[in-house]
């Protein structure tokens, strides 16, 4: 089929085509449709690809739209035409020259967007005027500049990404902007943040990185709140760090700020899903004012001096042990040429005696191997028991309370710098370089509450909302 | 009917805002509720629409697994959103969505753990459509004859006022384009009733409170499908909506799969008049309401539209009354000023206390509105408050009273206060003074607001829903939505609606209101007590029992028309009694065992002595071997006695007499030949009371 026809169909195909080609009705054709099952009127819109080809779907007047069985359809007349197109009101983003300037990233995802017909989906908008047009409370924050780097969503953005977006943020900055957002698919976001966190070293500036867990094409979307916020903390924030600026509590109340390499998204769906584990936020963010809660942040300052690392070995992975692990899952990725493998154990660090011969031979054949924690809060001990002096023994290395994501990230990162100096390697990543291990967990560093006890339900009635 | 019905509507355009006859009937005398006849309502060309909701009894919700029907008055937690208006999928603001964004209310939602999940409060997408709310919906609208859709797309209605935590409803189209017939023989109604549409969507939060900025929502009841059956406007007056009313819920009651009880079914009523436009007033949820309101709604539009006459009379446009888009109001504009010096001190307690509390106090002239603020729209209700009530909702102040006008003028201000306002706001002859006072935020959206009616007043009827009263008035809760506010629910696939499914449920389908009357008619029934036996809730024991057409059918039916209430307000029984209980009873007078005349005192003892067998209630009723004999003694008894009646007149004894002896024989003898034996007896033959 041609563009052309393409359009003139867009989304059907099978019988559903046949039958509009039958009766010469294109899509945004308003239409008089009899079937065995009655008369419809509405305006045929056109079809979510990924729907079956049996139904054609028409608009009603009252704005319900509905679908119509090919096999029902007696007849199709055209009584009109009307093209819709969906359209954000775009205005002129107001400068003003005693603002801060801020550089918005756009990678892909639902900071922005707007729906499409065809697919359903929602789609990324992104200019400045488009931004003003939806959440004009920007103009009052900064002056803005945006730049799409990519249109994909969160689970498509990997290494390749990352190196672009380290020397476009290290760029914004050398140019002199105030601070740096980054929009970001919610999904993948913790494993961008730590990137950028080991790849973007010692930034002048704020750079925040912020996304929504409900789409802003919805009235009780997170979106606006997010972005004001973080447009607030990269305009005229005093932490010069790697961030995530995302909901503290469900409730519309303030964002956090997640320090980029200790964050995580801990639920599929909640807007409260970044969390800091193991440690307490950065800051709060509400209405634009920002409060430290950590003390020891990196501040902002008036130099633009940063230095980029952008590299990445992408035969890293990571291997999520479970008890009935054979060893051949290790040998495999030995065999495939895996130079590095992150391990999120179990307890304090473990792993079971059967796979020891293999990891032995990953050892022999020069493999990086670290050791993380599936229980995500906590350190890798490996001198408590018998189990984890051998496991050291076999040349894996603890990596105290990193995050196995962050660790992945870590070691893809290291092994691109570094890729014939294994000593290096394993000196840089046992060295914190952006918060990624803490010496110490604060009390407060754990804090997963279990409804129904009393005083929890407490706080919930009284604090928590 | 003489208004001709337009030709069939498919459902390409919007429905029709506008009333189709633009001449409004200005020089109507106004009447109260009960005042007029159908007439009366015709030549202001009155038009009148519904849209009933109905929860489903379904086990649960429409898009979560939470329980349906669950309402707790505690809470666990508390969540707080706010709503931003955001874009239709054909790329405009709403005008609803604009509004409520103005009103930036903080919302709070009271959550409990068993009647709601984290879909509700929207940190879960949602889950699959509930079947069983889908099959009710597909039955409900076969018996409104409606043409289902194959596919039911799951759409997303956009609500800011906050009643739903995501911001939208989810909702779909069922069925469309039908026709019931509408009979209501006591208003002389046999026509059909035109069904537009029927949907399947979510209920919303029940409102607890509503205080300034802040509105908190229970959200047990969030969630629970309810369909909407939405009528063409074609009631005629107000006894056809409430008649439309009651026939849509026995329609829906039928399916006995929905549920009862207090907000289980709530309607939406639409109205116009002659000049004005549908208007819809929410959350009627008793039919007993709905007249009276529709008529004040009628009369509303109407002296609104005398407004807009006086109006335009009197030269005024919307030049007039416009005010720069940005700054406070009383800063860019000279109709609009800051009061604060002209009215201090203040003796008027709520104006003082505003002053007190460093609030904004505003003097508003609205030129040309001179007398007309005063002007009835509604029963003890004036022009004034279109402006209270948009102030109320849409600037949210706190402390009330907030407004006063110079059209009352004794009272607020003192002469000298009001002169002095007037002095500054340069008031001429003709103008109006309009005072506000709350914060200096909601102060500009109030005075905003003043002119913006203002100027709709202009026009006529704005474009809003309202809240009904209990008294029968209105009250302003929003402006009407455009269809503009649907999009489609990009986390819901499309789901079909298959045939198998549709013929399983024709084959199910209960017998509809209308061919219940019929049947019962078929018996032998009058229209009318047809209609009434075909609404009870006894008219499944009727059916069970199935009298013989005839006069077994016709007594049946009315002696549990008149009996069975009668019981239910004694308290005597809070059941029907069973078929098998009365089943003796009615095959005995069938069969003529028992005379007729005995079934309402049969069925009587059968109810007040539950523990005894039917047998023996009914012994007494059955005709026996020695009837004649005790007859004859009876009679020759009464006969002896009446001698004491001597002197009074025949008629009288003879009543005396019947009194006496035929309760002993009801069901037994023939009333006709007791009479005759006592006439016999008494030697009162001749007499006028023979035969
Ligand atoms: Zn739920």
Known sequence: MTEATHDLYKGYRGPCLE????????????????????????????????????????????????????????????????????????????????????????????????????????????????????????AEICNLETEKLFGVFSENMG??????????????????????????????????????????????????????????????????????????????????????????????????????????????????????????????????????????????????????????????????????????????????????????????????????????????????????????????????????????????????????????????WALGVHPDEPDAVRELMTATIAGEMTEREPHDGYLIFQGGVPEVQEFLEKIWR | MSQDLEPKQYGVRPPPELNPRTDPVLDFPDADYGELEPEDYRTLGFMSGLEVHQQLLTRSKLFCRCPAGRYVDEYDAEVLRHMRPTLSELGEYDGTALMEFKTRKEIVYQLERGSVCTYEMDDTPPFEIDGEAVRIAIEIAELLDLNLVSELHVM???????????????????????????????????????????????????????????????????????????????????????????????VVQATGKVRRGPGAARQDVNVSVAGGRRIEIKGVDNHRNLPRLVHVEAYRQLNLLRVRAELQNRGVDPEMLTVPETGLPWEVTPHAVDAASAVSPCEYAPIRDALEREEKVIGVRLPGFGGLLGHRTQPGVTFAREFADRIRVIACPVHRPFIIHSDLTDYGLDPRQWRALSKQLRVEQGDVMVVVWMPESDAATAVREIFIRAREALVGIPAETRQAFSDGTTGFERILPGPDRMYPDTDTPPVRIRDELVLEVREGLPETPWARESRYEALGLDPEPARRLAAAPWAELFDALAPAPGAPARRFADVLETRIPHHRRNGAIDYLPSAQRLDPLVRAVESGAIRPEAMERALDDLIDAPDRSVDK????????????????????????????????????????????????????VDPSRVRQRLIAALQLAGTEVAG
């Open chain 2, 617 to 668: 209630v009914l012994a007494p009723y059955r005709p026996g071997p020695d009837d004649d004999a005790e007859l004859e003694r009876a009679v020759a008894d009464a006969a002896a006695r009446a001698e004491a009646l001597a002197g009074k007149p025949a008629e009288a004894v003879l009543r005396w007499a019947m009194g006496e002896v035929m309760p002993r024989f009801l069901g037994r």
């Open chain 2, 156 to 250: 997303r209605k956009q609500y800011l006022d906050g009643s739903i935590p995501t911001g939208f409803q989810r909702t779909a189209m069922v069925g469309l384009t039908g026709t019931i017939p509408f009979r209501v023989p006591e208003l002389g109604v046999n026509r059909e009733l035109r069904i537009r549409q029927l949907s399947l969507e979510e209920d919303a939060c029940r409102e607890i409170a509503d205080v300034g900025h802040y509105i908190t929502f229970r959200t047990d009841r969030l969630g629970m499908p309810l369909t909407e059956t939405v009528t063409e406007p074609d009631l005629a007056n107000p006894l056809e909506v409430q008649a439309a009313g009651r026939l849509l819920a026995r």
């Open chain 1, 159 to 412: 290494p390749e990404q990352y190196l672009r977006l380290a020397e476009e943020v290290g760029g914004a900055i050398r140019e002199g902007y105030d601070g740096i957002v980054i929009g970001h698919g919610t999904d993948t976001m913790h494993h961008t943040a730590a990137a950028l966190s080991f790849m973007v070293q010692r930034p002048p500036v704020p750079i925040v990185m912020v996304g929504s867990q409900r789409s802003s094409d919805r009235p009780s979307s997170d979106a606006a709140r997010n972005l004001i916020n973080a447009c607030s903390t990269a305009a005229s924030g005093p932490i010069a760090e790697v961030m995530v600026c995302m909901f503290g509590p469900t409730s519309d109340r303030y964002n956090l700020l997640h320090r980029g390499t200790r964050v995580r998204k801990m639920h599929s769906s909640y807007r409260s899903t970044f969390r800091t584990l193991g440690d307490i936020p950065l800051a709060m963010v509400q209405d634009g004012e920002i409060t430290p809660l950590k003390h020891g942040y990196r501040p902002r300052r008036d130099d633009r001096e940063v230095t980029v690392q952008a590299a990445f070995e992408e035969r890293v992975t990571i291997a999520y042990y479970y008890p009935g692990m054979h060893p051949d899952m290790i040998d495999a990725l030995v065999e495939k040429g895996y130079k590095g493998i992150v391990i999120a154990g179990t307890g304090l660090g473990h792993v079971n005696r059967r796979i020891y011969p293999a990891l032995e031979r990953a050892h022999a054949a020069g493999v990086h191997m670290y050791m993380t924690l599936q229980t995500l809060w906590g350190f890798v001990q490996m001198h408590v028991y018998e189990t984890g002096r051998e496991i050291l023994q076999l040349g894996v290395v603890p990596l105290a309370n990193m995050l196995p994501e962050v660790a992945y990230i870590k070691l893809g």
């Open chain 1, 19 to 138: 039958v509009m080609k039958r009766f010469g009705i294109t899509v945004w054709c308003e239409v008089r449709a009899e079937t065995t099952r009655g008369t419809f009127e509405g305006l045929l819109l056109p079809r979510s690809e990924t729907s079956d080809d049996l139904h054609l779907v028409l608009k009603l007047g009252s704005g319900y739209n509905i679908g119509v069985r090919h096999d029902t359809v007696r007849s199709l007349e055209k009584i009109g035409y009307r093209e819709a197109h969906y359209q954000i009101p775009e205005k002129e983003f107001p400068t003003d020259p005693v603002k801060p300037s801020v550089k918005l990233f756009g990678t892909g995802g639902t900071i922005a967007s707007r729906l499409d017909y065809r697919t359903g989906a929602v789609i990324p908008a992104f200019s400045p005027g488009e931004l003003y047009g939806s959440v004009p409370e920007l």
